[in-house]
């Protein structure tokens, strides 16, 4: 692919530049394209790159020649995310700073501002890299494009857009405050954070699981509802046996439950001490089983497997592990088990030697992870739920700051902004050589984290401290236990011991 030359295969491309040396320069292509103003012909030039340690992109800007119409916009070339993100920024009065804040929007994310009602489908504006500022200005041009021809046609509607633009104009100029909501289920958006990598107290980042709805918008197979799938596997099983009679008597399992068999009939037979030790560390899972699910990466079928166990010091806890045949992906969580408790739990580990940064690690994905000596602090949600040791708590967290915070190392940044984050990923590399003791506190209100100890019995563990408390109402809201009712549950309980 020459430069100037015809553009076939954008994803190709992109593949092709991302492999590059990041020093390269990618080179700027020009495809000729129809104007959508004046039915003309007019340029198209393409410029294939990528945010450093963020995504594949594909810059786009258009002019005709002829009527003199432009416009830019962004397309991601590189993968969709595991999961979606939603950012909140809360925007204070007169905040110019907040409302200058770089945003990336991809073609499938939603902003809303729940104070004027207002939403941006992701049809109305197409991906594009702009400010806070630079959305709701936007917005407003588009809103006013054909507000003399309502006035012809519908007075009132013109004059209640009349009276929406002023308001919003008013949010775009500072004058009062307001939230911006960016929600995109392809995971692939991104609002700047002029604190990275410490947390930002007006932006609330969340990552979940994509709907069923979600993965058909985005294209992938969408799997059929339970319902449907039901119906399906009757059908299908019935047809099966009338057209294949050979088949009548023969074992069904699950895609996937023969290795899960073969795999225990392994273990059972290899029978050595370093197999038992490393396989059965805490307790041996009494039974693997399988469930459907559907591929976060890619949308198709695949299997999870799972079991239950019990991890001493801790509680019963569900291992889950999903592998995708398609595309490869691959996925581990593990779930907490049995009823919520009644207290949080906060972990401190004072980490001093390299038998501390080998102490193993469960993170569940309400909690929240800070090192006091860097400032740093991990909200609710982030990395989401891992089992990992100290070391690897560490590196997740630097390379997730690399992804995550790209303007902070792109060559738009400020130089002083760039090297605070080069100096704090430095010290936060140091922390594994042990240069200097530190300190790692993980704090989670439903008190489903853990952090083994490094001797026999836990209470002799002087560098390890466990801490329960409270929960405030504040939490018990943002769990959904404050409107927990389980009186129904209660007496079922209660009838059943009777009997």
């Known amino acids: 692919m020459e430069n100037g030359g015809p553009v076939t295969d954008i994803r190709s491309a992109a593949e092709v530049v991302s492999a590059e040396n990041e020093a390269s320069v990618a080179p700027l292509h020009q495809v000729e394209s129809l104007c959508m103003r004046c039915g003309e012909n007019g340029i198209t030039r393409l410029l294939l790159t990528r945010i450093p340690h963020f995504r594949?992109?594909?810059?786009?800007?258009?002019?005709?020649?002829?009527?003199?119409?432009?416009?830019?916009?962004?397309?991601?070339a590189g993968q969709l995310q595991p999961r979606g993100c939603c950012y909140q920024l809360e925007v204070p009065l007169g905040s110019s700073e907040v409302l200058n804040r770089q945003v990336v929007k991809s073609d499938s994310a939603t902003i809303k501002i729940p104070e004027l009602d207002f939403e941006i489908p992701p049809e109305a504006q197409r991906g594009t890299l702009s400010t806070v500022e630079g959305i709701l200005l936007r917005a407003m041009d588009e809103?006013?494009?054909?507000?003399?021809?309502?006035?012809?046609?519908?007075?009132?509607?013109?004059?209640?857009?009349?009276?929406f633009l002023i308001k919003l104009k008013s949010l775009a100029s500072g004058n009062a405050a307001?939230?911006?909501?960016?929600?995109?289920?392809?995971?692939?958006?991104?609002?700047?954070?002029?604190?990275?990598?410490?947390?930002?107290?007006?932006?609330?980042?969340?990552f979940y699981e994509r709907t069923r709805e979600q993965q058909a918008a985005l294209g992938f197979l969408a799997e059929p509802s339970a319902a449907e799938e039901a119906e399906r596997q009757v059908n299908g099983d019935a047809s099966t046996e009338e057209n294949n009679p050979a088949l009548d008597g023969m074992e069904r399992v699950p895609h996937g439950s023969v290795g899960a068999v073969a795999g225990r009939r392994a273990i059972a037979q290899g029978n050595t001490e370093e197999v038992a030790a490393a396989l059965c560390r805490y307790s041996a899972p009494e039974e693997v089983d399988t469930l459907p699910s559907t591929c976060g990466a890619c949308g198709t079928a695949c299997v999870t497997?799972?079991?239950?166990?019990?991890?001493?010091?801790?509680?019963?806890?569900?291992?889950?592990?999903?592998?995708?045949?398609?595309?490869?992906?691959?996925?581990?969580?593990?779930?907490?088990?049995?009823?919520?408790?009644?207290?949080?739990?906060k972990i401190t580990v004072y980490v001093r030697n390299a038998q501390d940064l080998s102490r193993d690690v469960i993170k569940s994905d309400t909690a929240s992870v800070k090192v006091p000596e860097l400032d740093l602090e991990l909200g609710t949600g982030t990395l989401g739920g891992i089992v990992t040791t100290v070391e690897g708590l560490i590196t997740k967290i630097s390379e997730s700051l690399e992804r995550v915070h790209g303007f902070t190392l792109g060559d738009s940044t400020e130089e002083w902004k760039r090297k605070k984050f080069q100096d704090f990923k430095s010290r936060l590399i140091k922390l594994l050589s042990l240069e200097e003791p530190w300190t790692l506190i993980i704090d989670d209100a439903l008190a489903s984290s853990f952090v083994s100890p490094t001797t026999d019995s836990i209470a002799d563990d002087k560098q390890l401290i466990f801490e329960e408390y409270e929960r405030s109402w504040e939490q018990n809201e943002e769990l959904g236990l404050n409107d927990m009712d389980t009186s129904s549950a209660d007496d079922a309980y209660r009838t059943n011991n009777r009997q």
């Open 56 to 76: 594949e992109i594909v810059l786009m800007a258009f002019e005709c020649p002829h009527c003199n119409e432009r416009n830019n916009e962004v397309q991601f």
């Open 143 to 163: 809103l006013q494009a054909l507000q003399e021809e309502r006035k012809k046609l519908d007075p009132a509607t013109a004059e209640a857009i009349d009276q």
């Open 305 to 345: 497997r799972f079991y239950a166990t019990k991890i001493p010091y801790f509680r019963d806890v569900i291992v889950m592990a999903t592998t995708c045949d398609l595309c490869g992906y691959r996925s581990s969580e593990l779930k907490p088990g049995g009823e919520i408790p009644k207290k949080g739990k």
């Open 178 to 206: 307001f939230t911006f909501i960016l929600d995109d289920p392809a995971g692939n958006s991104f609002i700047e954070n002029p604190y990275a990598p410490s947390s930002d107290p007006l932006l609330f980042t969340r």
